[in-house]
């Protein structure tokens, strides 16, 4: 499924659906930037047709130039081997936390792995995408990363929500009230088990920060769609939802 | 010491008896770790002095339990997917593997569960329960386990615990009673040098090593590994770790990243203790 969300950049990738009719998504954004493509994330294994199909559409004759990685887990991993088989000239972004020997696939060159510290900006193609320190992660060595053209904001799990399918397609300002905070509820409380351990207080704080520092106009979470509409309302209904999960 | 090293570099596993029927199989570097971990020593020292920087290199383990049933602890990361291997037909010989428990699904544990299974066909993938979405895990046909489930292999009996610390939300500890083996994953992860490649904590203190130094060590990279650590308290964390040492009896300690402990285990447990509460208060340096 390809969705345009603003300028130069889109959206790819499947959800996983369980029993009760709730899904996870599993998704890559793509900036076109100017026949130098950057993907933020590779995908899931188990969706590697659809989303092979949609980037040759996506990127017609030009070839990605850098996947940037979140973290290495499975689900933002998976599908990397079949965008290597198609492109195999593309480099990898990743943390300066990861030690590739263990966390990246073992056919990965060294060559094709650039490292990325928490506070650099780099330029690639015509963009300049800057690191920061993932703030609510499962994996340590995982990075944010933030496209400063758009003002898109790669949050990795953070941000993530469950959602029933009917909003499969939808971007926040496509459904009637944006995103519930049951459905970013829903998703933290499983994903980040340390939660209940915490003040939410604090966590809150942290993220503030992360906002206060740049101008956030698109946050664009791995297990949800991009939330382009209202970023502030949002963040405000994670926030209640780590009010409720946190201490 | 002895031990029987399989690989080189990247791939090297080094392989311990730590009981007639439990072995340490161990991924480390050793010689060019600074080289492939990026020198990550001289940071953590330059914050504390009391951390070795020539430390650079760091354990991934898995542990073979060889009873009426055979079971293995994680599969070790992607470099050592060949060693790995070799190291499992030369200490199964002609067995088979029954179990493969995966501590959590990030690579560095999980990375060779298919290339396991294809050498061992007929075991039984175990991965942690209650969640959804199994699939984009490669965990579809996992058997799914509950914390307090149990699990006899003959004489071991194996106990899944939830865990006190985690990253990765799916994540299960385990416990073996007879023998008092604990594996708590990512728990007191640490960094060791060259020297100190494949040794059991008592032996470490013959270079220098001490439950001082762990404490000093835990302190500063669980910090890393356990990011959320910042937003807990202090006394919380103690209570809970309290609450878990009354409840099981720990004699061997055998983490994922951390070298075995089956000496004068009371003096390493109170020195953790003592590091997370650390851990709590530090300084994370974070870059927002
Ligand atoms: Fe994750
Ligand atoms: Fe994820
Ligand atoms: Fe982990
Ligand atoms: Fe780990």
Redesign the interface.
């Known amino acids: 499924m390809i969705k345009h969300i603003v300028d130069d950049l889109y959206q790819i990738g499947e959800s996983a659906i369980d029993q009760d009719g709730w899904c996870e998504a599993v998704r890559i954004y793509v900036a076109l930037n100017d026949g130098h493509p950057l993907l933020f994330d590779a995908g899931s294994h188990i969706h590697r047709g659809q989303i092979m199909a949609d980037l040759k559409e996506l990127l017609g004759d030009a070839a990605p130039g850098h996947i940037f990685l979140t973290h290495t887990e499975l689900p933002h991993t998976g599908n990397l081997s079949a965008i290597l088989e198609a492109w195999p000239g593309t480099k990898f972004v990743v943390s300066s936390g990861i030690l590739p020997h263990v966390e990246m696939p073992w056919w990965v060159k060294p060559e094709q792995i650039e490292y990325a510290h928490a506070g650099a900006c780099h330029s690639y193609g015509s963009r300049q995408v800057s690191f920061s320190d993932a703030i609510l992660k499962d994996q340590p060595g995982t990075q944010w990363m933030f496209d400063e053209r758009t003002g898109s904001l790669f949050t990795g799990d953070a941000f993530g929500y469950l959602f029933p399918e009917a909003c499969d397609r939808q971007f926040d300002d496509e459904m009637a009230d944006g995103v519930p905070v049951d459905y970013f509820r829903r998703y933290h409380e499983s994903a980040f088990r340390f939660l209940p351990m915490v003040s939410g207080d604090k966590v809150k704080a942290d993220l503030a920060k992360v906002m206060a520092k740049r101008q956030v106009n698109v946050i664009a979470p791995t297990h949800g769609n991009a939330i382009r509409g209202d970023v502030p309302k949002h963040v405000a209904r994670v926030n209640e939802a780590l009010s409720e999960i946190c201490q | 010491m002895n031990v029987k090293i399989y690989g080189e570099g990247?791939n090297r596993i080094g392989v311990r008896q730590i009981t007639p029927q439990i072995y340490w199989i161990c991924?480390c570097?050793g010689k060019d770790a600074e080289k492939?971990?990026?020198g990550f020593a001289a940071d953590f020292a330059r914050i504390n002095p009391n951390i070795d920087p020539t430390a650079n290199d760091?354990n991934?383990n898995s542990y073979l339990f060889m009873d009426e049933k055979t079971l293995l602890i994680d599969t070790?990361?992607?470099?050592?997917?060949n060693t790995i291997l070799e190291v499992l037909s030369d200490l199964l010989g002609e067995r088979q593997l029954d179990y493969l428990w995966i501590s959590h699904?990030?690579?560095?544990h999980a990375?060779n569960a298919t290339a396991i299974r294809r050498q061992y066909p007929d075991l039984q993938l175990m991965a942690v329960g209650g969640?959804?979405?199994y699939?984009?895990?490669?965990l579809e046909d996992a058997l799914l386990l509950d914390y307090g489930d149990e699990l006899k292999l003959g004489e071991h009996e194996i106990e899944i615990i939830k865990p006190i610390?985690?990253?990765?939300?799916l994540?299960q500890w385990l416990y073996e009673r007879k023998t008092g083996f604990l594996c708590p994953v990512d728990w007191a992860l640490m960094a060791q040098n060259e020297h100190q490649s494949f040794l059991f904590m008592d032996e470490m203190e013959a270079t220098g090593y001490s439950p001082e130094r762990f404490m000093h060590d835990v302190s500063i990279t669980n910090c890393?590994?356990?990011?959320?650590l910042?937003?807990?308290?202090p006394d919380?964390?103690a209570e809970?770790i309290d609450a878990f040492f009354a409840k099981y009896d720990i004699r061997i300690f055998a983490a994922s990243h951390t070298q075995v402990i089956r000496k004068d285990v009371p003096a390493y447990l109170a020195a953790l203790r003592e590091a997370m509460r650390r851990a709590v208060t530090a300084d994370y340096n974070?870059?927002?």
């Open positions: 990247i991924h570097i492939h971990n990026g760091i991934y070790l990361g992607p470099a050592q997917h699904t990030e690579l560095p990375a969640h959804d979405h699939e984009i895990h490669g610390f985690l990253d990765h939300a994540t890393v590994v356990f990011a959320w910042r937003w807990a308290d919380q964390i809970a974070l870059v927002y």
